[in-house]
């Protein structure tokens, strides 16, 4: 019986991370299409040529957003969590991507044109939360250093949720497309800052359920 408990709680732990990889699917692919795109010489055209115009913050985001999202995930996984070698290696990966990509999200926000579909309250949105994630991420290394794991994982938490914020605004999408239609620049804004507040939300649960 104790062999059969030791053989399932291996696979017990997957579930989450499983899960977080799923979410991070449609962001990941979105992104893929998108560097298919510019490597492949697709036509300009009004949706994307400010791509064009400045590659390298949208290829820095894509690239840093896929790792940020899919090695993060593994992360919540508590034996490989366990394994300090492990954590520190995958962190000091995680920490420069994560801080890339909400930095490389923020500067596109600032300086790429805003698309005709997008409105002040998505800019709002984007700037308010890619901040947010800056801050998570430092104060989260700030803690490491002082060595409060604590702080330090719940930082990180936080950070990671806001990160994958894309993936949950196409769950925040779908039924809305489904129901109603295209969401017009007011309703857009609300499911993009809808996704990112679940994924807080869920964040904290996870945090205040922990410890």
Not at 28 to 57: H, K, Q, Y
Not at 144 to 170: E, K, N, P, S, V
Request: charged share 15%; proline share 6%; glycine share 10%.
């Amino acid at each position: 019986m104790t062999d059969k408990i030791a053989a399932a709680r291996p696979r017990a732990q997957w579930p989450v991370p499983a899960a977080l990889i799923a979410l991070s699917l449609v962001p990941v692919l979105a992104g893929g299409i998108r560097m298919a795109e510019l490597t492949g010489g697709a036509e300009i055209t009004p949706d994307n040529a400010r791509f064009f115009a400045s590659p390298v913050p949208v290829v820095l985001h894509i690239i840093t957003v896929t790792l940020y999202s899919v090695l993060g995930a593994f992360q919540f996984v508590p034996r490989l969590r366990r394994r300090r070698s492990w954590h520190r290696v995958a962190g000091r990966v995680l920490a420069p991507c994560g801080l890339v990509a909400a930095l490389s999200g923020l500067w596109m926000s600032f300086f790429y044109a805003l698309p005709e579909s997008d409105g002040a309250l998505v800019a709002a949105f984007r700037l308010v939360f890619g901040t947010a994630m800056v801050v998570a991420i430092v104060l989260g290394l700030a803690a490491i250093r002082r060595r409060d794991f604590a702080r330090h994982r719940a930082w990180m938490i936080r950070g990671y949720a806001i990160g994958l914020g894309a993936g949950t605004q196409a769950l925040t999408h779908a039924p809305y497309f489904a129901l109603v239609g295209t969401p017009d620049e007011f309703a857009k804004g609300l499911l993009m800052g809808a996704g990112w507040v679940i994924n807080v939300v869920v964040a904290e649960w996870i945090i205040r359920r922990s410890s």
